[in-house]
């Protein structure tokens, strides 16, 4: 049975910082790219940072310079180190394991909420 299981959510002011894990159980996970997406209310899940298998990552333009995804495959997990935080990144945040750089497995979801 897959479980992907998100945590680190919670309220911060803008410009704090905040780091989200992932951790992944039931798949081989150094096979699997790693990936974070958020949903805003109202608006459509987007993709925030994503790594694959050799540890490249890729990052939203949104983020680029303020977020960091790495991944531990010791640990079976994967983190979003979240800087510079500002309200627009107010949405829930999403872990996935990818195959073929699309969503396969997905968390359960943790908010975030940058408000002062």
């Known amino acids: 049975q897959v479980q992907v299981v998100e945590s680190g959510g919670g309220l911060v002011q803008p410009g704090g910082s905040l780091r989200l894990s992932c951790a992944a159980s039931?798949?081989?996970?150094?096979?699997?790219?790693m990936g974070w997406y958020r949903q805003a209310p109202g608006k459509q899940r987007e993709l925030v940072a994503a790594?694959?298998?050799?540890?490249?990552?890729n990052d939203a333009d949104s983020v680029k310079g303020r977020f960091t995804i790495s991944r531990d495959n010791a640990k079976n997990t994967v983190y979003l180190q979240m800087n510079s935080l500002k309200p627009e990144d107010t949405a829930v945040y999403y872990c996935?394991?990818?195959?073929?750089?699309?969503?396969?497995?997905w968390g359960q979801g943790t908010q975030v909420t940058v408000s002062s």
């Open positions: 039931g798949i081989v996970f150094n096979l699997y790219a």
């Open positions: 996935t394991a990818m195959v073929g750089g699309r969503p396969r497995y």
């Open positions: 790594i694959t298998t050799g540890g490249s990552t």
